[in-house]
C-alpha cells in the first residue's frame, strides 16, 4: 500500500481545526473528497519540510507549498469536489473565488494583522502562546510584516495614509461581499446544492475564523454575524466534518479519523524538531543580543558585583493535536 500524503499546517485554535485561511481551506477541501491524508497539525513553519505551510508532501511530485497548487495536486489524484459541477457553476466557482479575493482578503488581512488592537491583543497573542519557544520572540513579528508587504502589494504606496479612507471604502466593499455570498447561498445547505464543492471550502476558510476569532475590534465581524445563513453554514460545515477538530478531542475519540480519509495528528519527528527549534531560535537570539550590545562578554572579575547576570529560561511546548 503507498504511503499517504502528508499534510504540514498551523495547529487548531479558536474552535477551529487550523486557524490559517489556507491551511483550513486545505484540510476543509481533503474532508470534502475524503483524500487520505497524514495531517501534521504543527505550530512552526520550520517544522514544515518547506518551511511554509500548508505544505503537501508526496511520493512523486515533492512538497507543495501553495495552498490552491495542493488542491490541484489533490484534484489529479481523483479526489475532486467539482467533478459533478457544470460548465455555468465552474465560472461562478471561479467569479466568487476572485470576487473574494479581490473584495474580502485584504480587509480580512487588516483586521488580524494590522489593525492594531486586534493585532496585539487577539492575533500576536494567540501566536506568541503556540508558537515553542524561543520561536515565539520573533516569528509573529516576521510574519506581521510580511501580510504588510503583502497588503502593499494588493493595495499600493496609499494603503496605510487614511484610516478613515480605508474603512469607509474597503470595509464596504468587504460587507457587500458578505451581504452577496447570503444572497447567492440563500437556504441551501452549500453554494451549489447539498454536496460541498472547493467553492465550499474556500468560502469556509475565509468565514470561519472571522466567525470564530474574539476580536475586540469586530466591524466585519459584527456584519458577519448578521448574516444568519452565513453562521449557521460555516457552524454546519464545522460539526460534520471537524466535530472535535476545534480544540481538545474528547477522551474517548480516536486520534486518527478512518472515516475521513486517514488523517492523523502525530508528528513522527516531533521531538527532534522541538530540539532543533530551540538550538536555532537560541542561536539566533544569542546573535542579536551581542550584535545589538544587549549582551557583552566582560573580561575581569572585579567590580562587577551589582550586576545580575542574563539567563534565558528553556520552555518546551507541545504540539497541539
Request: with cysteine; aromatic share 10%; glycine share 8%.
Amino acid at each position: 500500500m503507498a504511503a499517504p500524503m502528508e499534510l504540514f499546517c498551523w495547529a487548531g485554535g479558536w474552535g477551529l481545526p487550523s486557524v490559517d485561511p489556507d491551511c483550513l481551506a486545505v484540510l476543509t477541501y481533503a474532508r470534502f473528497t475524503g483524500a487520505p491524508l497524514k495531517v501534521h497539525r504543527v505550530t512552526s513553519p520550520w517544522r514544515s519540510p518547506s518551511g511554509r505551510l500548508p505544505a503537501l508532501k508526496t511520493r512523486d511530485e515533492g512538497t507543495i507549498s501553495k495552498m490552491q497548487q495542493i488542491i490541484t495536486h489533490l484534484r489529479k489524484q481523483k479526489y475532486n469536489a467539482d467533478y459533478d459541477l457544470s460548465a455555468t457553476q465552474g465560472a461562478d466557482t471561479l467569479a466568487f473565488v476572485s470576487l473574494l479575493e479581490e473584495k474580502l482578503l485584504p480587509v480580512l488581512i487588516h483586521t488580524f494583522w494590522v489593525d492594531t488592537k486586534n493585532y496585539v491583543e487577539h492575533t500576536r497573542k494567540w501566536y506568541t502562546e503556540t508558537i515553542p519557544f524561543p520561536l515565539n520572540f520573533f516569528l509573529p513579528n516576521c510574519m506581521h510584516k510580511q501580510h504588510l508587504e503583502r497588503l502593499q502589494l494588493m493595495w499600493g504606496d496609499s494603503y496605510m495614509e487614511d484610516e478613515e479612507k480605508l474603512e469607509k471604502e474597503l470595509y464596504q466593499d468587504a460587507r457587500e461581499c458578505l451581504t452577496l455570498l447570503s444572497q447567492r447561498l440563500g437556504s441551501q445547505k452549500f453554494f451549489f446544492g447539498d454536496s460541498p464543492a472547493s467553492l465550499d471550502a474556500f468560502v469556509f476558510s475565509r468565514l470561519a475564523p472571522l466567525l470564530k476569532a474574539k476580536l475586540p475590534n469586530g466591524k466585519l465581524q459584527q456584519h458577519l454575524k448578521s448574516l444568519q445563513n452565513l453562521c449557521n453554514y460555516c457552524t454546519s460545515i464545522l460539526s460534520l466534518y471537524f466535530p472535535w477538530d476545534g480544540g481538545e478531542p474528547p477522551a474517548s475519540a480516536p486520534r486518527a479519523a478512518g472515516a475521513d480519509g486517514g488523517e492523523t495528528e502525530e508528528d513522527p519527528h516531533k521531538r527532534r524538531n522541538q530540539l532543533l527549534s530551540v538550538l536555532v531560535g537560541l542561536v539566533a537570539m544569542l546573535g542579536y543580543a551581542f550584535l545589538s550590545g544587549i549582551v557583552s562578554i566582560q573580561r575581569g572579575g572585579t567590580g562587577l558585583a551589582g550586576r545580575q547576570p542574563i539567563t534565558l529560561e528553556e520552555e518546551e511546548e507541545e504540539e497541539e493535536d
